[in-house]
């Protein structure tokens, strides 16, 4: 056992844990954060995408040893990111969920998207989104949802939002 | 799928990396992104008594340029790569690679040493790198030394670090505006390993000249010195000399895996020479 200490959702965590121990199943099996949710496992599905120190990364393959002194943020912690509350929006608008398994590793993944991208490029979207698969929507709803985002976010010259991290606009 | 148990260290210096790398008597391995090691680890496809996490080492997270060449640390991730963090000095030839390797979330921990030693057939850098004709930088227990690319990669999964030692930094040339380049992969889907690499760079300033092809099953990258030998006096390359050439290199080709590989090398040279 080691001591693992990180911010998880804003807040300080410090807990005793294996070295094993994957993110995914450390915020789950630990933290009872139970929304960043395990697909594959191996890293090809997407679903338990979360935001380490700002960008979006597999949970599933980084060990919770290797987080040590990082900021992690789960579906759970997009409560106050202006930028989510936009996609939440699009999601509803755009039927770009069903039944929802896939949705807090799209949510995590559309948000990079929205912050890199300035314009709504259909196939560009598609790309990026090419590592989280959907067995429910067909994934047009979805790209429909992100195209919508960048696009309202266009004009006002994709102003900072949101609290999660250092933001990672295109270059 | 979880990994078994091993020990895990986070050194906070090269130094201590080595020492911890020599205690391991060859049951130690070094985690980088993890994104290829840590799946195989759960898989029970790898095992390690210890793992030891590099990412708090600074140093190789660094990008810089000396003496002509360009010295990208072994951390600096497919991510930074893609966003041409430190320069594009390859008119645009990293970020175009780096951008196809596996997805976002993978590039932003997956990283250009990690791949390199963990030398997967169909993984991308080990391909750009020798066709950009890039030096490993190596460290270990008797002092460092420098490998180029082709001494380094050995087989499938397998390259040419001794017990003990680790890669630092790969170093390369930069490419004159001049230079021509072009990167073809074969792929199902977006994101996905490719079943045939060919990568093609001409530079007339420096006169480099690489044809390298790779992935599955040809093996690891290759480079395929006929066809850089037309390119260099500019003579038009037939199809039916592609096809000699990977037959030269693997026989057992079927018809499939001759099409991919032939069209990939094909397109990637038409590229280059147009």
Known sequence: ?171 | MKAPAFTFLRPASLDEALAALAAGEGEARILAGGQSLLPMLNLRMAAAETLIDIGGLTELGEIAEADGRVRIGARVTHAALEDGVGGDRWNGMLVFVARDIAYRAVRNRGTIGGSLCHADPAADWPVAMMALGATMQIAGPDGRRELDSEAFSLDVFSCALEEGEMLTAVSLPRLSPAARWSYRKMRKKAGAFGEAIAAVVHDPESGLVRVVAGSSPLGGPARHADLEASIAAGAPVEDAAIRRSLAAREPDLDRYEMQIHATCLRRAITEVMR
């Open chain 1, 1 to 171: 056992m080691t001591r693992l200490s990180l911010t998880v959702n804003g807040e300080a965590v410090s807990v005793d844990t294996e070295p094993r121990v994957s993110l995914a199943d450390f915020l789950r099996d630990r933290l009872a954060l139970k929304g960043t949710h395990l697909g594959c496992e191996h890293g090809a599905c997407g679903a338990c995408t979360v935001l380490l120190d700002g960008v979006p990364v597999r949970s599933c393959i980084t060990l919770a040893a290797s987080c040590e002194g990082a900021a992690v943020t789960t579906v759970e912690g997009f409560e106050d990111d202006a930028v989510v509350a936009r996609l939440r929006a699009a999601f509803t608008e755009e039927h770009a969920l069903q039944c929802g398994y896939c949705t807090p590793g799209m949510l995590a993944t559309a948000r990079d998207i929205v912050m890199r991208h300035t314009t709504p490029d259909i196939a560009a979207i598609r790309h990026e989104l090419a590592g989280c698969i959907c067995r429910c929507t067909g994934y047009r709803g979805i790209v429909r949802a992100v195209a919508r985002v960048i696009a309202e976010r266009a004009p006002v010259g994709a102003a900072p939002d949101g609290d999660c991290g250092p933001d990672a606009e295109s270059p």
